[in-house]
């Protein structure tokens, strides 16, 4: 049959505003993840990635925050900008075996920062 | 540093035809994964390589194969193209694979018709 669109959650900010971005994440076994910003004909560009036996990293302008507990990442940028607009995706992976190279990618969010 | 090349950018395929679609890593990084890009599915993990051998794979039919070159560059078939196939395919190399960042080429853009 026809298969359904993924509807993508969308985020719209005001230029200067922070914004911050979720990720719910299925695999309690997952070690490393990662958050991906995909703008329109680019592939995905990595942006800041975290152990799971961190809860906290930051980058410029960015920090992903981790909660095992319930299997929830975000993503909070600040000051967002206009060239912050575009697709955000989270990714999971594990440590091997069935896991070697293969990236897990959550559905993805639109941000869209008006100036 | 140069970063992933794919080629070629898009591609017009038939039903029935075949594709081979090709990737070129960052230098000195030896694991590439492919992964295909589509509306409905998403980002979906296809297989990877590192030093031209398969560690990996996703769940794709046997239509789709890759290799590994010894220089790290890979490509991927598609035999017997479907419409369904048509799709952003995007490639991502790193230095080893697991637990570490993959960095993703701008991928190849197929459309079968």
């Known amino acids: 049959g026809e298969s359904v669109g993924l509807h993508l959650p969308t985020l719209s900010v005001q230029e200067g505003d922070n914004s911050i971005i979720n990720c719910a994440y299925s695999?309690?076994?997952?070690?490393?993840f990662i958050w991906y910003k995909q703008e329109s004909g680019k592939g995905p560009q990595f942006i800041i990635d975290?152990?799971?036996?961190?809860d906290k990293r930051q980058g410029q302008r960015v920090t992903v925050l981790l909660n095992k507990t319930v299997k929830h990442l975000s993503l909070q940028i600040a000051a967002t900008q206009p060239g912050d607009s575009a697709v955000y995706f989270c990714?999971?992976?594990?440590?091997?075996?069935?896991?070697?190279?293969?990236?897990?990618f959550g559905q993805g969010t639109i941000l869209t920062v008006h100036p | 540093k140069a970063g992933v090349t794919q080629t070629p950018r898009y591609l017009i395929k038939t039903r029935g035809q075949q594709v081979t679609l090709s990737c070129s890593p960052i230098?000195?990084?030896?694991?590439v994964s492919w992964y295909q890009q589509t509306p409905g599915q998403g980002l979906q993990f296809l297989f990877e390589y590192f030093s031209e051998t398969q560690r990996n794979k996703g769940n794709f039919p046997g239509r789709f194969s890759g290799r590994q070159f010894s220089n790290s560059r890979s490509e991927m078939n598609v035999s017997t193209l479907e419409l369904g196939d048509s799709a952003l395919y995007l490639c991502?190399?790193?230095?080893?694979?697991?637990?570490?960042?993959?960095?993703f080429g701008p991928g190849t853009r197929l459309t079968v018709t």
């Open positions: 991502a190399s790193s230095f080893k694979g697991p637990l570490s960042e993959q960095y």
């Open positions: 695999n309690s076994a997952s070690d490393y």
């Open positions: 230098s000195g990084h030896r694991s």
């Open positions: 975290i152990r799971s036996n961190m």
């Open positions: 990714a999971e992976t594990g440590a091997g075996g069935t896991s070697y190279g293969k990236l897990t």
